[in-house]
């Protein structure tokens, strides 16, 4: 038996001997106990620290392993730069196509009735909402009819009036009713009518 081994045995012996001398005097004193009930409990608590501070003694930890570094993996060799690709030349623009210039608008004329128009002059169309007596549904059957400015309805003659009138579907008579001639010729110089105002205002439609 080695020196280590006494040693930690005589330790082992008088640390649970105290113990067990302890648990006897509070058992007989704290616990009122008799004396051979206490001292055999008390022998019980101090063969149970002896036997524990003897192994915890002579249990060394198991020094930890040390573990493998682990292996490296190889480096891969660099990839190859890309050869630069040369860009495409641009193509060329193509020529921007020619805009065609709107032939001017030809009036017709039938065998009765004012001169007409094919569709309104470069400038668009007037406004035949300002003369009196024209709404939007009547504009529009006007523009059907060919008619689109002011001057059209201003040239009109007495026979030309009386043409529009019959041929103004749901409408008729209404130019020579509301003198749209003389509207229209106002209208077509400029100069402004008491209706037109009220058109303008936003006080009619």
Do not use: C
């Not at 006897?24 to 051979?36: C, I, P, R």
């Not at 063969?47 to 060394?60: D, K, N, T």
């Amino acid at each position: 038996m080695s020196k280590q081994t006494q040693g930690s045995m005589l330790l082992v012996g008088v640390l649970s001997g105290g113990i067990a001398f302890v648990a006897f005097l509070m058992l007989m004193v704290v616990g009122e106990m008799a004396f051979s009930p206490a001292a055999f409990l008390a022998a019980l608590v101090g063969l149970g620290v002896a036997i524990f501070l003897f192994r915890a003694f002579h249990s060394a930890p198991d020094a930890p392993k040390a573990s493998a570094p682990a292996a490296q993996p190889a480096a891969e060799p660099a990839a190859a730069a890309p050869e630069p690709v040369a860009a495409p030349e641009p193509e060329p623009a193509p020529a921007p196509e020619p805009v065609p210039v709107p032939e001017p608008v030809a009036a017709t004329h039938s065998t009765e009735g004012p001169a007409r128009l094919d569709g309104p002059r470069d400038g668009g169309a007037d406004d035949l909402k300002k003369i009196k007596g024209v709404g939007p549904k009547l504009e529009a059957m006007l523009h059907r009819m060919g008619f689109y400015h002011y001057e059209q309805v201003a040239s009109w003659t007495p026979e030309e009036v009386e043409w529009v009138d019959e041929n103004l579907e749901g409408f008729k008579g209404r130019v020579s009713r509301d003198d749209w001639v003389s509207q229209a010729a106002t209208l077509a110089a400029g100069g402004e009518t008491e209706f037109s105002q009220k058109v303008d205002k936003g006080d009619v439609y």
